[in-house]
Every structure is written in C-alpha cells, then in structure tokens.
C-alpha cells in the first residue's frame, strides 16, 4: 500500500488553476504543493469535489483542470476563492469550434518495454488465445451457444494455450435493409471479433433465410479459416447454415466436430515478448459517480498518456458522453480533418435524437451541480479523461478496424455493452472499465479490468473490482494509482486474468450496436 | 397418414372464386369440387402456385381468395381463365378504409373441449410450469444466466413438475429515457413474462444503477412474489441488485438460495382440466417462402377459427406484414373504433419508417408475381390467414395484456423473437410457427409448435419441424391439416413436448422489442 497522504485538496494536474477538495474543508484550510513550496488557504469552506482557486484568474481568462480548459472567470478570482457558477462560465467557447489550436505535443516516448503476448500470422498481437462461434442472427444463437458450450473445463484442460470457446449471440441480424447501414454495421462488428487477433479460429454460424447471411459476412468482410498445416488451405467450413446442415442437432454435433479439429491448432500458440505499443486499450465507464471525474477517470488518464508515450493506442468512445464537451477534442485534434470527423459523429447524434423528439442533454443536472460540477466541458472532460492528454490522432465510426497509434476516438454509445462492443470489434486488445456504483462487465475474448472509483463500492464488491481508485480520495496521487493502472494493463495483457475472467464473465455482454430501423 | 388427393387445384375457402395451382396444369386441366357435382376446366395454362377463375366475375366485382377480398376484376373473368395483374386489380379499396363492414358471423360455438393445464391462484391457465429470473438490464444477465443454469436435470429430477428454470436476458435497459416510451415498453414485457401463468414464480434481478430499476419495475407493474403456505407473504425476495449484494458471485449464490425455496412449491402444481377457451394463441410466420400462404398459413388459420369456435383468443401479430392489407382487417372490426386502432399502429409504423427515411414496402416483389401474388391485398392475407377469418375483436400495443376473446391483433414488427415475445408478454400460453426456409424458434416458458410450409424441407428438418402443413401441395385437403394443427395445440397444451422443448431450445430468443433511441 502506498502512503496516504492527508492533504484536504487534490491536484489533478500541474497545469490546473484549481484543486478539488477530498473532503468538506472549512474557511482557513491549506493546500501545500507537491513540492512544499507553495501554499493556498482557503478564503470560505468548500465542499467535498468542489473547485477551489490556486491561482488568481483574471475576467474572461480560461480556467483549467485536467490541464484543460473548462471554462472562463465570469468575475476576477482570487487564490484560495470557491470556484463555481458565481464565477466561472462557458465563455465564447460554445459557438466558436477550434481545430488543431491546441495540439498537444507528443509525449516523451519510452522504448523497449514489452508484454507477453501471442503474435498472429497476420502479425497482429493478442493478448488471449480463444475460439469464437459468430453467430449470424438471434435464429442461429442457440445453435452457436450449444457449440460453445460443450467445450468445458472437461476437455480444455487438455488444451491449456486455449483461454477458451465463446459464441458471440446477439438480438438481431433480420428484419434489416440488405446492404444497409445497419447490416453493414453489424457486418463490421461480427467480422471485427472474427478477425480480432484474440480470436485464433473461428466458425460463422447462421440459419440460412435471414438479412444478415453469413455469405454476405465472409465475402464483404473478407473472412478467411485458420489454416492447418498439412491441411488443404479449405479443410475446416469458415460458414454453417442450420437449414443447409438440416436443423439445431446436427449443426451444434457438426460445429463440434470443426471446433474438435481447431483446438489441437489453436493450442499450438505460445506467448512471446511483444512491444507494448501494440496494445489498443479500450476505455469505458458505466455506472459513474461523483468521483468518477476525480479519482477513477484522470488515473486512467495517466495510464493512458503512458501507453501512448510507449507507442500504444488509447480509445475513448461513449459519443453521447463526449457531448458538449467536443469542442475541447478539436483543438486537441492532430489536424483540422479529424477535428472535423468528430463533429460530422456529433452531428449525427444530433439528428438521431431528433428523430425521436429527444435530445441529448449532457448539462450538469442539480444534482452534478451540487456535487461540483459547473460546466458542460468539465462534466464532458470527466468522461474524456479516461483517454489522457494527448493529440486526438483520428475519430472512427462503430467498429472500423482502429490502425492509427495513440489517442483516437470511436463513436458509440454510452451504454456499456455497445460501446466496449464497437472497440473490441475496433480490435482493441485490453478494456479498462471505470464504475462508481459497481459495474460486473466483463468481454471475450477481451480481458477487462474494472477500477472502482470509491473505496466502499471497492470494499463491497471485492470479487468483481481489480483496482481501487477511491484511494486518491483517501490520499493516494493520481500518479500513483494511473501507473498502478498501466502496470496492470501490462500484467493483464501477458496472461493475468482480471476478475471478471477468473469468474467466467463474458459470454452475455457481445452487444452490436444497430441504431434501427427494425420491421 | 390421411388419404392423398390428387386434384391439380387446391381451393383455399368455399367461398373463393378462384383456386390454386398445386402443380403447373396445361389448358384443358379439370378442377372437380368436393362434392364431385362441379367442375372448371382450365383455358390456358395455369402455373405452380397460381389462380384459375372457378366462378364467372364481372368488372369491377370483388375477388375472392382465403375467402376474403383480393381484388376487383378489371375485365370479366370466365370460369377457367388464369386470374393475375391482366385482370384483376385493387380497385378503390386503397383510398377507401371502410369499418366493420364485413364482419363475420361468430362462429357456431363447440363447447365441452378441455386440455390439461395448471391453474394458477390469479385464476389463469398455464400450459408450462417454469421458473423465471427476470434480468432488467444487459449488466446482471451473466448472473441472471448462472442462477439458471445451476438448476440442471441432476437437480431438476427430484422435482418432476417443474418444467425448468428460465433466465430472461437480453441486451437493453439502459442509455433509454427514464419512464419513456422505450422504458415503460420493457417494464410491460419483462412483467408479462414475470406474471405469466407459465412463470409460476420468478426473481428478478438487476445491477442497481440501470435506467430500467427493478424497483419501478415492481411498482409500476405490480409485481409480487410467490406465496409459500406457513411463510411470510414476503419471505422471499422479489427483487435483487447485484450492487446492493456485493457482487456476481454473492447474487449468484443468494438466487440459487431463492430459487431452492421455490422449487418445492413450484412442483406442487398439478394439471387438471381446463376449458380449451383458455389457450391463447400466438401465431408466427418466419423464414417463409411461395407455399406459406397456400399451405401452413391458412391451415393454422382454420386451426385459429376452430380455437375461437371454442371460445379461445388468437393473436395476430407482425404489423409490418399486414401493412397494405389492414383495409381487410378494419371491415373485420367488431367495431369502427376497433378498426382505427389498428390504423393507428399502422400510422406509427409509418412515421418510424419515415424517421430512418426507410418505407415499408409490402408490395408483391417481382419473384412474388412470378409465384402468382397479384396484389398487396392477396401478399398481406398471406400472412393474415394464419389467424382464419372470425371478427376482429381488438388491437393491442406490444406486450400489452390480452384480456379479449377471439381474434385480435398485437402491434409486433415481423422480425420474429421480438414478435413472439411481444405476444407471450402478452399472455399467450402456446405458440404456433409456421416457416418455409426452416427456423428453428423456440420460446421458454411456452411452447412452440413450428408447421413446415413443404415436404422438402420438413424431411432435410425433421429434428425441429413438428407438422408438415406440405402434405396440402401433396394432395390433404386444408381441413384435415387445420384440424390435425388443432389437435397438436391442445396436445401441447397439455404437456406433449414440441421439438424444440425435447431439444432444450428458448433460453436465447427472448427479445423484447425496443423502438429506440439508446444513448
Ligand atoms: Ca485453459
Ligand atoms: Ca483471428
Ligand atoms: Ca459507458
Ligand atoms: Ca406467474
Ligand atoms: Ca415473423
């Protein structure tokens, strides 16, 4: 355990003109720089999360946490001043789009560093050795499960490289427009987990009538099977139609049967040293709370901004919770163009709400007020912060094959299961998942380590949470806990199961997101 | 096996003024009625699947086919002439609803049928005696799952009256509007399924911090628990949130705990005779293809007449399939307010559409004309007919209780797991699928009987195709299979196992229909 520090005031970047208060602090209270040369004494008591002013700001002149703006003095501030909606604003901000004004520059980049992992034939890096049964449509998800689950501990014990079989089932795959946006969405995700690298063999599974064929699948996705050495190249069947095979027994004792002749191949694969750039580390969080933004999500930043000075790529998704605060990502954007695909992504949730009447209201709520929060972009930087502090280096749609290095965005849902969904298809290779109120996600073949936000959540849900990032309310630095967390990453990347793969967790939460329209 | 009739004509109705081509007939081919007094002999060649006139029809007079409208003669038709776009067309019909213009005659009541069910303390009838775990939200469908699965046959055994333990897991309740229309259409099903007299008690269980609560579930829809004589009313929990026990694995282990306590009072119930005027029929059609509507459909609908003759409920579902041809329901309309409901979901059915700049195109496709489809009326009767031909007696939102007798119509989309689970929400106690290309449905807690529309392929799916409605293009007449498909429903209906029960198949279908949006 690391030492607690009992400073009443965190910092959570060198840059911020403010520091949040740990627990209520009454007027007269000192916060004492890191380097014990600096000290501010509140002027009126602040409240648990809220802002107090370490450096004067001037009228109209940004206010910064995460080092990041969010948001301008409405009246001039004095060091040691409650910072909140008496005094700060939105600004110019909101009608004004920057692009690229404020590229970050590139992290100070660290070498040599690397995870055990498996290296594909296609070169690619895994960090789990699984075999997937895609599932076309909701018609060809018993068949698919069937298939799954006859592979149990029984007969992978004798395959110990194998982590294991999972069929991807899902909801939907009829009722669609052929060729439309959403098969063509849904195509992308299936084939994103086919041929994710954590995937070492694969069979599609379909019915046979529906929109979602898996010919349609293999050919538009390119999908191809594992090969077997001294095997002709087509030996295994990449697709089964149940009404071809003639019904739901003879496919689930046909699937069997390929899935027996894979595993022996599929156990062949071994770990081996593998640079740490390679990872893609999807960020989620669900579930949050008021320490969300303070403790879990900045020290998933660090973790973050350490991938990607190691080379690694970093996604953040969760659109609707980016909302109002994507100004903030244009100016971050590496070019104007990408800073632009972002607000093509806001745009069209815009218009999807409006479909519907509804609209997408990212606002602190009364209660997000009273808990600190003040503006828009800084409720929007608590979820961004997941990601880091450095240069957005391209914007995704859901499940596109993610080949750029460092910080990128995916757009997906907020909801959990479609948006880890869209990043795994996206082929990210480990998921950090920050939740206050306790989430018990887990992904396969994805490994996910949860970090708890709080330390009674963590207290209570010990069996699920992997790491406890409430200890920056208790005095740990921010610091501290993200290397915990890259430290992690790391581990979990080279075979360390996370909890929810010690339990089994996984083979529920494949989500592919479909926006509709469903006949 | 019934005796085979070789007749080259089939006639769907005796009121029909035209019948169908079992096979392709030259001119000169004779059509001979059942009564052997009458006979049409054709003028030309009448293809597979297509119409010979067996009455003379003016222009401009009505053509009949399931017995009902399928069209206006657009030149006078002689006896023996092929009936198809060059002389019949769809008349003023379109532009014209009229209401409760032809509304049936009920049918002659046949009293004193019963089946063997259970019935429950609320007073309804059960066909199935199941256990439920209700999951509210995607989040505690893992634990949802593993209280189930425990519950194997090595458990199961001791308690021969129990049918099995169901999770009801899906992919939603989250990211939606709080109390919304998408909120509260999930509280109606997951309580459909949770009061459904097939769930003779039930847990339900959440995350803790999703949009669908279980609380609200429980207050909205009323729920409550099973009563166990000599205990407390609520001596078991009627819900349970994960976050709240702390965890996957403590809910897991506090649900099998549950569940252990109802077991032996779940085996209690024991079947008795109940009138057959308590079966509730859902009726599907999926994967289908050119002989549904001449086979599988219109036997299931004489079964549909022969349940309403005995006083029971028939639930017409999938919007979008009836869409062009809701003129010939709203005469059907045991009332005009009646009829204007169904318009009504017709209505929203259109503005969806129009949301996603999508149309709901039910119009005879090219291939559907070459099979001898005339009109959108003759197509969308297709789909109709499997619910026969009595008055329309009401129209229900999705998953709304059924309360009424006779025919009625749920508003489902025609994708086929949310229709079913829209209706079994609604309180159907056995379901009915008719399928062409072969689907493999089935639906825990209820059974589904699935009717081959061909011999083909009822002998390729034998494993999961219980009736083979194929026989009627093979020479049995409609009656003999539509009274063959009753006789099953009641067989079922009393514990006979359909082929998807023997096989185990319903714990992935369940698929609650969620219009959107998810943020
Ligand atoms: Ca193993
Ligand atoms: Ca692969
Ligand atoms: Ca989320
Ligand atoms: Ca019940
Ligand atoms: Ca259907």
Not at 259 to 280: F, T
Not at 359 to 379: A, C, F, M, Q, W
Not at 428 to 449: D, E, H, L
Not at 497 to 518: H, M, R, Y
Request: aromatic share 6%; with cysteine; proline share 7%.
């Amino acid at each position: 355990m690391a030492p607690i520090d009992d400073q009443p005031f965190l910092q959570l970047h060198p840059d911020d003109d403010i520091v949040i208060a740990r627990r209520s602090a009454p007027a007269g209270t000192a916060w004492i720089a890191a380097d014990g040369q600096w000290q501010v004494v509140s002027r009126e008591s602040i409240d648990l999360g809220h802002k107090m002013a370490i450096r004067p700001v001037e009228v109209g002149q940004p206010v910064r946490k995460y080092g990041q703006l969010i948001g301008y003095a409405s009246t001039a501030i004095e060091p040691g001043e409650w910072v909140h909606l008496h005094n700060l604003g939105m600004g110019e901000l909101k009608h004004n789009y920057e692009f690229s004004t404020e590229v970050p520059a590139p992290p100070e980049p660290i070498t040599g560093r690397t995870f055990m992992g498996y290296r594909r034939p296609d070169g690619r890096a895994a960090t789990r050795n699984y075999i997937g049964i895609v599932s076309t449509v909701n018609c060809s998800a018993t068949s698919s499960a069937r298939i799954a689950r006859h592979f149990d501990e029984s007969i992978l014990s004798d395959y110990p490289n194998v982590d294991g079989v999972v069929a991807l089932t899902h909801k939907g795959g009829c009722a669609m427009e052929f060729d439309g946006a959403d098969h063509r969405q849904l195509a992308r995700t299936l084939a994103g987990f086919a041929k994710h690298p954590n995937i070492a063999a694969y069979l599609v599974v379909g019915l046979g009538c529906e929109t979602s064929q898996a010919s349609y699948l293999a050919n538009s996705q390119e999908l191809v099977q594992i090969a077997i050495p001294g095997q002709e190249p087509d030996h295994l069947p990449l697709t089964m139609n149940i009404q071809d095979v003639g019904g739901v027994a003879k496919t689930v004792e046909r699937g069997i049967e390929v899935l027996k002749e894979m595993l022996p191949e599929v156990n062949r694969a071994e770990r081996e040293p593998i640079p740490v750039s390679e990872l893609i580390l999807a960020t989620e969080c669900g579930g949050s709370d008021g320490n969300s933004g303070v403790t879990a999500n900045p020290a998933l930043g660090i973790a973050s901004d350490l991938l990607v000075a190691h080379g690694g790529t970093v996604i953040l998704s969760e659109v609707p919770e980016i909302y109002g605060g994507e100004h903030l990502l244009t100016r971050r954007a590496r070019t104007p163009e990408i800073g632009q695909k972002l607000l093509e992504r806001i745009r069209w949730w815009e218009k999807y709400a409006k479909k519907f009447d509804a609209t997408i209201d990212n606002n602190p709520s009364v209660g997000n007020k009273r808990g600190g929060l003040t503006t828009i972009y800084e409720k929007s930087l608590g979820a961004i912060a997941k990601a880091g502090s450095t240069a957005l280096q391209d914007v995704y749609e859901y499940a596109e094959p993610v080949t750029s290095k460092g910080f990128v965005v995916m757009d997906t849902p907020g909801y959990d299961p479609p948006s880890v969904t869209g990043m795994v298809a996206g082929g990210a290779n480990v998921v950090v998942f920050t939740t206050g109120r306790g989430s018990c996600f887990g992904c396969k073949p994805v490994p996910t380590i949860k970090v708890a936000t709080n330390t009674p959540m963590y207290e209570r849900m010990r069996d699920d949470m992997d790491l406890n990032a409430g200890r920056i309310l208790d005095g740990a630095s921010l610091s501290e806990v993200g290397q915990e967390i890259f430290e992690k990453i790391v581990a979990v990347a080279s075979g360390e199961p996370t909890l929810s793969e010690a339990q089994g967790i996984g083979d529920e939460e494949f989500c592919p997101w479909s926006p509709g329209p469903i006949f």
